[in-house]
């Protein structure tokens, strides 16, 4: 995955944190949504950040909430939209 990709990811996820009043800093393989850091309507918003900004058809990728718990499970998801 590009970098640039991957920091998009992590900035869009870092604002979702930053609404929720969280500031500490994460890894890309952190747990979000296990720890409680992100919540299901958080989960909602970064479906549709993920369709919009990088075209992932969920449709045709497996939904799992469990791919959304870290920055590293995201980018894998966006490189298999692309793979087809």
Do not use: C, W, Y
């Not at 604002?15 to 994460?26: G, I, K």
């Not at 850091?37 to 045709?60: H, I, N, P, Q, W």
């Amino acid at each position: 995955m590009d970098p640039g990709d991957r920091l998009k990811i992590r900035e869009f996820v870092a604002e979702q944190l930053r609404e929720r009043d969280d500031h500490a800093a994460f890894a890309d393989g952190e747990s979000l949504i296990k720890a409680g850091r992100l919540d299901s309507f958080a989960v909602v918003k970064l479906v549709m950040f993920l369709e919009t900004d990088f075209g992932v058809d969920f449709a045709r990728v497996e939904f799992d909430p469990q791919r959304f718990d870290s920055v590293d499970e995201m980018a894998a998801m966006v490189e298999e939209a692309r793979a087809g």
